[in-house]
């Protein structure tokens, strides 16, 4: 896959503000919040999108998630939504793989 933003961070080599990292994943706030809390939860291992996750990604998949609670749990959050943009007509638009993690105001449903 291209190269992008997310990799670069990934691999330490572009700034972000990091909450978390593990030798898989890397968690930090996103650039243009649209909550509150809002942060993006990404894998090391270059992955474009959720659709491209092979089957032996599975437990990266799982870990992905348990991150999200754990930095949403950080954040103080008692109620937040994870989403993951999966195609740039779903609204994705960094193709290196990330679950949003937003909270801290009332969310409506469906979303937009
Ligand atoms: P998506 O539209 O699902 O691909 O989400 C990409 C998100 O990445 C958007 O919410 C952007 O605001 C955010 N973003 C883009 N570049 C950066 C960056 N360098 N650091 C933090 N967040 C970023």
């Known amino acids: 896959m291209a190269d992008t933003i997310f990799g ?3 691999r330490g080599e572009a700034a972000a ?4 990292e593990d030798d898989q994943a ?12 809002h942060i993006l939860v990404i894998p090391r291992k270059p992955i474009a999108r959720l659709s491209e996750a092979a089957a032996d990604d599975e437990a990266l998949l ?3 998630f348990r991150v999200a ?10 109620d937040w939504r994870v989403v993951v943009n999966d195609g ?8 290196h793989l990330h679950v949003h993690v937003i909270g801290g105001r009332p969310l ?4 937009g």
Do not use: C, E, K, M
């Open 8 to 10: 670069r961070i990934a």
């Open 17 to 20: 503000d990091l909450v978390y």
């Open 26 to 37: 890397v968690a930090f706030r996103d650039l243009n919040p649209q909550a509150p809390v």
């Open 62 to 64: 799982g870990h992905l």
């Open 69 to 78: 609670t754990r930095v949403a749990q950080d954040a103080d959050l008692s």
């Open 88 to 95: 740039a007509g779903a609204g994705q638009s960094v193709f």
């Open 108 to 111: 409506s449903w469906p979303p």
